[in-house]
Structures are given as C-alpha cells and as structure tokens.
C-alpha cells in the first residue's frame, strides 16, 4: 500500500494588513479571535477572523520568482513585529527603542503597500499615458512616425490593418485602462519604503492610552494616517508628506494604544479619556480605504463639536443615510 501526498497549493490571499497587527482589535487579541468590521463603502457590518480581511489575491505575487516567495519574507519579518508589539503593549512606554524601530517597520510598509496607493500610482501611469497619446495622436503623421517603431520593436504586429482614424476615436472615447504590474508595484513599493521608515523614526511620538471606560481605539485598512497638525486639508498648494513638519501621523498600535508622531514637542505618554479616544476613532475613520475594525461595535466616535458621541453599532445606520442622502 502506498500513499501519495499532493503537496498543499499556494495561499493566494495575500495581507496587505498583517494578521499579527489586526488581531490586537480583536475581542480576545488573537488570530482566532473575531473583529468587528463595518465596510463604509455600503454600511454593511459583519463579524470575521482577521484572516479574512485586508487581503487580495496575489498582491505579494513577483513575476521571476518562485510563488509565495515574498509572502514568505514578509512572514519573517512580521514575525519579528509581532514580538515587537508584545512588548510596546505590555510596558505602554516607548521606551524599549530597539522595539519601537520595529513596530515602525511595519508602520512604513503599511503605508507605502495599501491598496489605496497602488491605486494612486496605476492612476498616475493612466494620465501619463493618455497625454502622451493625445500628443502621438495629434496628426496622421505623427501617429504614423510612431507605429513605425512600435512594429520594428515588436509592440504591433505588423500585418495589423488598424488605422488611423480607428486608434484616434478608440482614444478619445477612453475606454480603456492602463494597469501596471504589481511586479512594478512592488519595487516602487521598496523604493520608497526606507526614506518613510526614516521620516517615522524621526518623529517625536506620544503613546496615547485609552482610558479603561473609554471604549477604546480602532484600526483601518489604511491604519497609517498623514495630515496637517492644524487640522487644514491637503490642497496642492499645501501639499502632505512623510517628510514636512507641521504634520501628525496617527498609527493606532493596539485597541488600547495609539500613536502620534510629530516632528514637534517632546513626545510621551498620556492616557486619554472617552471624548479624545472618541475624537481619534473619528479621524482615524476619516482615513479608512473602506473597512474599520474594531473588538466590537461599543467603541466611541465623535461627530463634532458640540454633538453627542455616537457608538461604533451606530456606524453601518450613519452611512446608509450618508449614502441615501447621496443620491
């Protein structure tokens, strides 16, 4: 008798949120326990695994390499985060720097690997190339001086009869997308990883505690959040980066601990009572891709000055009406 064993086929799922930090809002601090999750897209809310969320196929995936092979490094080194959260939620000091780089480690690749912006970036080669076309398209000859090339490079066939006038209202119609390879994400995504993770461990940053009645703090799919200190939106006169003083990174480290990193004051530890943590929670959802996660829906959230805070169960009814409103 003899047994055959297939070997076990490839996670496709990839986190872009690693597990290690998203079980911290959950009911019992572990993989296997459950989040909340309200989707502020349709106001939707549901209770999951964190295994289950902030994840899409094959985002770790590169082209030349053997398959998981990424994925796999990435394991590794969130392992190492992992430890590094135990401690910075045991002491809630800062103090233990050697820890803190690595909770910023994650912190940097967190917010140079979302799906927001690769997005942004796709969006970016999009405008680039329908410029460059108008130019190309701008007379016949152009066009023409152009195909030539393309043909001898390999790009279009050469027995292809499309023409002219074809490709120019193919064009302007606009319907078509240009999609980079997530290859290329990738190695924009390490490219710019380290001058981030630089601009983190320079900052001065404040631990916030949540006080014991206050409900505690809430997690994203975009959980490192960047902004003006004064409040103000990003414009393209005023613009927001990593590098620029005068701006706040909020990054919540656990649903007891979050941090706010300035390149202002001194930094430290405050415990914060139930309005703050309700005011954090509410920028915090301000910068959400889509999805907020909590341990459950009895979190607090502000509306503004002056309003009553409203609970997290109160979240899926808010954007409903949002989005009725909307239409």
């Known amino acids: 008798m003899s047994i055959t064993i297939k070997p076990m086929g490839e996670a496709r799922g990839h986190h872009y949120i690693s597990q290690c930090y998203l079980k911290r809002f959950t009911r019992n601090g572990s993989k296997k326990s459950h989040l909340w999750v309200c989707d502020l897209s349709n106001g939707s809310s549901f209770s999951t695994a964190p295994a289950n969320v902030a994840k899409v196929r094959d985002y770790n995936r590169i082209e ?3 398959p998981g092979e990424l994925d796999n490094r990435l394991g590794v080194f969130e392992a190492a985060a ?4 135990d401690i910075i939620e045991q002491s809630r000091t800062l103090d233990d720097f050697d820890a803190w780089v690595h909770v910023l480690n994650l912190a940097a690749l967190f917010a140079v690997r ?4 690769r997005e942004t970036v796709r969006d970016f080669h999009e405008q680039v190339a329908r410029m460059t076309m108008d130019l190309v398209l701008a007379t016949p000859e152009r066009w023409e001086s152009q195909a030539r090339k393309a043909r001898a490079a390999g ?3 050469h027995d292809s009869d499309v023409t002219y006038e074809q490709i120019k209202d193919f064009h302007e119609r606009g319907e078509y997308k240009v999609i980079v390879p997530t290859t290329r994400h990738i190695g924009y995504e390490f490219k710019v990883f380290e001058p981030v993770l630089r601009t983190l461990v320079d900052r001065k940053w404040t631990l916030c505690v949540a006080a014991p009645n206050s409900g505690g703090f809430i997690a994203t799919d975009n959980p490192v ?16 980066g990593h590098g620029l003083t005068g701006t706040t990174v909020l990054f919540p480290v656990s649903r007891d601990l979050l941090a706010v990193g300035t390149f202002e004051g001194e930094g430290g530890v405050r415990t914060l009572p139930r309005e703050f943590v309700a005011y954090f929670n509410a920028l915090l959802m301000g910068y959400a891709d889509k999805q907020v996660f909590a341990a459950d829906d009895r979190f607090f959230f502000s509306q503004g000055p002056g309003k009553p805070l409203r609970r997290g169960g109160d979240l899926p009814r808010l954007v409903q009406a949002r989005k009725a409103k909307s239409r």
């Open 82 to 85: 992992d430890k590094a959260l």
């Open 225 to 240: 959040c960047l902004m003006h200190s004064d409040g103000e939106p990003t414009t393209l006169m005023r613009p927001v």
């Open 155 to 157: 790009h279009i066939p």
């Open 64 to 66: 030349g390499l053997p």
């Open 114 to 117: 979302t799906p927001r912006m």
